[in-house]
């Protein structure tokens, strides 16, 4: 039975703001960097093991996963499918202002110029597919961002529009996935 890691980028600078980061590419506060340097250390002090960390292009998912491997060794590559949900008009507004809070529940809509619910599932799933396919000979740790790991619950669990659109996890938090 085959299994992976998931874990959403460190604290930024937008965290801190409360506001959507989506696409755009936000950088880690110092607080972020050390979340990860933790989570490295984590990683490597409890002897979890991971063959490959795969992360979004962005940068606070990148560097996230650049700390990590450096403290872990763990060799680490891009992967452009678990960029973040694009939520067009709404980048950079506040994270629980109603109108947002609504438009997330409309799983066809592309927010003026970004990314449906839809389209972005659809490319989660497709990466989570591969990996299902080479989990019983590599374990990976997925490294990206809140709405990835929104889609990657619901790819192993049902789930309302309303319990899609609240999911959420914390900066580094580490989850295990078994296919």
């Known amino acids: 039975m085959g299994y992976f890691y998931f874990a959403r980028h ?3 600078v937008w965290n ?17 960097h050390r979340q990860a340097e933790d989570l490295g250390q984590k990683i490597r002090e409890e002897g979890i093991h991971i063959d490959e960390i795969i992360c979004s ?8 996963a650049r700390h990590i491997s450096e403290i872990a060794g763990i060799p680490t590559r891009v ?5 973040e949900q694009n939520f067009g008009k709404y980048e950079g507004t506040p ?3 109603a109108d947002f ?3 997330k529940e409309c799983f066809a809509d592309s927010y ?16 989570l597919d591969d990996i299902r396919e080479e989990a019983d000979q590599k374990a990976y740790l997925l490294v990206a961002h809140n709405g990835v790991a ?3 619950q619901s790819y192993f669990a049902d789930m309302t529009n309303e319990e899609f659109a609240r999911f959420g996890i914390g900066n580094c938090e580490l989850r295990k996935f078994i296919f």
Request: glycine share 14%; proline share 3%; with cysteine.
């Open 101 to 103: 809070r609504r438009a």
């Open 57 to 64: 292009p962005l940068m606070r998912a990148a560097d996230t």
């Open 112 to 127: 003026g110029g970004g990314e449906s619910m839809l389209r972005f599932c659809h490319r989660i799933y497709g990466l």
């Open 16 to 32: 801190v703001e409360n506001k959507i980061c989506g696409a755009t590419d936000i950088e880690l506060t110092e607080k972020g």
């Open 79 to 83: 992967e452009p499918r678990l960029k």
């Open 95 to 97: 994270r629980d202002g």
């Open 10 to 12: 460190g604290q930024t």
């Open 150 to 152: 929104r889609a990657v």
